[in-house]
């Protein structure tokens, strides 16, 4: 019932910056006890970038050096990750998570096909 949409991603220079966004649908979006971004370069394990819980806290991998910021939009039911200050070391493909209730939605191969950011001159 749960559907995530990631987009926003694309070509940016080192230094640059991207907005990516996730649209959320088929649940009630103030519902989520949780929504996180995590990225997967090619040959890497996917890692999590950043996520919100409980409306308010949030959290940040170490890796992310830049100042990257996650939001949300209830109105909007969108989830946005904010990417300032983007390095080379930044291109990966972008996925979106909701956890409803004690679950996230996404698991094992059902991680869709995400958003792309190459970051690159």
């Known amino acids: 019932q749960v559907q995530l949409v990631e987009s926003g991603g694309g070509l940016v220079q080192p230094g640059g910056s991207l907005r990516l966004s996730c649209v959320v649908s088929?649940?009630?979006?103030?519902?989520?006890?949780?929504m996180g971004w995590y990225r997967q370069a090619p040959g890497n394990q996917r890692e999590m970038v950043a996520a919100?819980?409980?409306?308010?806290?949030?959290v940040y991998a170490d890796s992310v050096k830049s100042p990257f910021t996650i939001s949300t939009d209830s109105a909007k039911k969108t989830v946005y990750l904010q990417m300032n200050n983007v390095k080379p070391e930044d291109t990966a493909v972008y996925y979106c998570?909701?956890?409803?209730?004690?679950?996230?939605?996404?698991?094992?191969?059902?991680w869709g096909q995400g958003t792309q950011v190459t970051v690159s001159s």
């Open positions: 919100i819980i409980g409306g308010t806290k949030t």
């Open positions: 088929g649940k009630i979006f103030s519902t989520f006890s949780a």
């Open positions: 998570d909701v956890r409803c209730g004690s679950a996230w939605f996404r698991t094992g191969d059902h």
